[in-house]
């Protein structure tokens, strides 16, 4: 399901471009985030954008979003329980 929501993340960033998302806030709940399955970039306009794949305890997968050109997080699809 597609979702296109901002939400609050709780991300490290180490060195160089490494970004680990760890939990993020939605419609209030906070969910933390167990495994990342995939990563990949992409660009729009000016901004890099930062996928994710996470999941959660309860194995819903996410796509997550950090775009750097206005240093934002959102929430891009919910897929339940797999």
């Known amino acids: 399901m597609k979702i296109k929501q901002p939400v609050k993340v709780g991300a490290v960033f180490g060195g160089g471009k490494k970004i680990r998302p760890v939990w993020f806030i939605w419609e209030g709940r906070e969910h933390h985030i167990k495994d990342i399955t995939y990563t990949w970039g992409s660009r729009e306009g000016r901004s890099l954008l ?4 996470v999941t959660d305890k ?4 996410y796509e997550l979003c950090y775009r750097t050109e206005s240093a934002t ?6 897929e339940e329980g797999r």
Not at 58 to 61: K, Q, S, T, V
Not at 73 to 78: S, T
Request: net charge negative; glycine share 0%.
């Open 50 to 53: 930062y996928h994710f794949s």
């Open 58 to 61: 309860a194995d819903n997968l």
């Open 73 to 78: 997080w959102h929430l891009l699809a919910l």
